[in-house]
Nanobody, 114 residues
Framework: QVQLVESGGGLVQAGGSLRLSCAAS????????MAWYRQAPGNQRELVAR???????NYADSVKGRFTISRDNAKNTVYLQMNSLKPEDTAVYYC????????WGQGTQVTVSS
């Protein structure tokens, strides 16, 4: 059964940091590229960062130098360390495979106040 559980979101002031976690089922995680996506109100869901099974990473231009994606293959968990947060980072954050498949988790809300 495919399962994704995101956590770690919250309310933070601009310039602050948060660390998101995503626990995935083995079938979702194993040998697959994983990614973080986000969706702000009124916007489409967008790719934030992705990490291949071997550890190489890619980032959206808007988060380069501020966000770091990582994975723990033993725990089937992917992380997103977010530093220097900006109000425009406010969104619901989701994890999924890359490319995404149809099963999405509930997401975790990140709100950055100015």
């Amino acid at each position: 059964q495919v399962q994704l559980v995101e956590s770690g979101g919250g309310l933070v002031q601009a310039g602050g940091s948060l660390r998101l976690s995503c626990a995935a089922s083995r079938s979702m995680f194993r040998d697959n590229a994983m990614a973080w996506y986000r969706q702000a109100p009124g916007n489409q869901r967008e790719l934030v960062a992705r990490i291949r099974s071997g550890g190489s990473t890619n980032y959206a231009d808007s988060v380069k130098g501020r966000f770091t994606i990582s994975r723990d293959n033993a725990k089937n968990t992917v992380y997103l360390q977010m530093n220097s947060l900006k109000p425009e980072d406010t969104a619901v954050y989701y994890c999924n495979r890359y490319p995404a498949i149809g099963a999405w988790g509930q997401g975790t809300q990140v709100t950055v106040s100015s």
